[in-house]
């Protein structure tokens, strides 16, 4: 595929809220206009004479907690639920809410932080590679790269991340409870042809630290979400990684899982996106946990296939939900 036409900067300056045309040396080129023109203390008024406009502590709750519980109560019956807000999940949520601003998505991450491993690229290292054709997501979402020919570098993972995140939570259709983990799976007995058992029908859900501590308090029960589709994007096996497919095991809905095998970065990122599918009716898996379920390889320091399993995780949401 041929490189990237427009320059780095030119990539940049189409990311500008305000772009304007400027002479420079008898060519015409963009220059940014967002951002600061002048010292916000010009509109803000003397630092001196500074104050606040007036407050009380109980309209400050009042603020936070009538609108989550608004949320609670409105995302209690939702269309889909994407559970992890990884590189993939997040990118199958921005998917979702731009394909189909008619669904009501909701996310559930068990960080405080949601973005998962895709903070840094890899051993701590900030820039993060992906590997064509996932530089089409990038200029989907507006993140500037560096086009180094077959892939592409994003100059830190935070930018990517923070970016899709930023995008996804300003969407009216998606609403994102973090310190929030899927403790279990709604199931119904299965109709589908074949498919004994049962299919997935919500999540059930605990603040996360509730989660951590079942072992030293006594029960601290669950909240539910229904959901006729669940996408579960929660990473490969860890303390937290893995969860949907790993309860598939234990609820015997899964023989086993064949677990996630060594790095070999080419199989391992073609393997993901085209293997990213509904598992059981109703429960789509996405990212590195479908290595889990598969035994594909890792891919190791290269984001691209969790992008694109996240857009292909969404597509797939999108035809279960309207069958
Ligand atoms: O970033 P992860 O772990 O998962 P993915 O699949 O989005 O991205 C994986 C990617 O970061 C890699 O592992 C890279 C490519 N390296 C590969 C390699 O070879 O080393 O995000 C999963 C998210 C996290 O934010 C977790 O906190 C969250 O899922 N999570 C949960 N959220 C709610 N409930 C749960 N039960 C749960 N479990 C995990």
């Known amino acids: 595929m041929a490189p990237s036409a427009i320059s780095p900067a030119?990539?940049?300056?189409?990311?500008?809220?305000?772009?304007?045309?400027?002479?420079?040396?008898?060519?015409?080129?963009e220059e940014r206009t967002d951002g600061l023109t002048k010292p916000l203390s010009e509109m803000l008024g003397s630092w001196d004479d500074f104050t606040f406009a007036p407050i009380r502590e109980s309209t400050v709750s009042r603020a936070m907690t009538r609108r989550y519980f608004a949320d609670l109560d409105a995302h209690a019956e939702t269309d889909i639920v994407i559970?992890?807000?990884?590189?993939?999940?997040?990118?199958?949520?921005?998917?979702?809410?731009?394909?189909r601003p008619d669904l009501k998505i909701t996310i559930i991450e068990a960080?405080?932080?949601?973005?998962?491993?895709?903070?840094?690229?890899?051993?701590?290292?900030?820039?993060?590679?992906?590997?064509?054709?996932?530089?089409?997501?990038?200029?989907?979402?507006?993140?500037?790269?560096?086009?180094?020919?077959?892939?592409?570098?994003?100059?830190?993972?935070?930018?990517?991340?923070?970016?899709?995140?930023?995008?996804?939570?300003?969407?009216?259709?998606?609403?994102?409870?973090?310190?929030?983990?899927?403790?279990?799976?709604?199931?119904?007995?299965?109709?589908?042809?074949?498919?004994a058992g049962v299919r997935i029908a919500g999540v059930v859900t605990n603040w996360t630290l509730v989660s951590m501590h079942h072992d030293d308090q006594s029960c601290m029960d669950p909240n539910t979400i229904n959901a006729p589709v669940i996408i579960s994007t929660t990473g490969h096996d860890g303390p937290f990684g893995a969860f949907s497919v790993k309860r598939l095991v234990s609820m015997k809905r899964l023989e086993q899982l064949e677990g996630m095998r060594g790095l070999d970065m080419q199989r391992a990122e073609d393997a993901i996106v085209k293997n990213t599918r509904e598992i059981v009716p109703g429960l789509i898996v996405g990212g590195m946990e479908?290595?889990?379920?598969?035994?594909?390889?890792?891919?190791?320091?290269?984001?691209?296939?969790?992008?694109?399993?996240?857009?292909?995780?969404?597509?797939?949401?999108?035809?279960?939900?309207?069958?």
Not at 10 to 29: E, F, P, R, S, Y
């Open 83 to 99: 559970v992890g807000a990884g590189s993939c999940g997040l990118s199958a949520a921005y998917t979702l809410g731009t394909l």
């Open 290 to 323: 479908l290595s889990e379920i598969d035994g594909a390889n890792r891919m190791g320091p290269t984001f691209g296939a969790m992008a694109l399993s996240g857009v292909k995780a969404a597509e797939e949401a999108i035809r279960v939900f309207d069958l």
């Open 111 to 195: 960080g405080v932080a949601p973005g998962g491993g895709a903070w840094l690229g890899g051993q701590l290292f900030s820039a993060m590679v992906m590997r064509k054709p996932a530089d089409v997501f990038l200029r989907e979402i507006g993140v500037p790269f560096d086009d180094e020919g077959d892939y592409v570098v994003v100059k830190h993972a935070a930018l990517f991340t923070s970016t899709v995140l930023s995008r996804v939570l300003a969407m009216d259709n998606v609403k994102m409870f973090n310190a929030t983990t899927v403790e279990d799976l709604i199931t119904r007995p299965s109709d589908e042809e074949g498919a």
């Open 10 to 29: 030119q990539q940049h300056a189409q990311l500008a809220v305000g772009v304007k045309k400027v002479k420079d040396a008898g060519a015409t080129v």
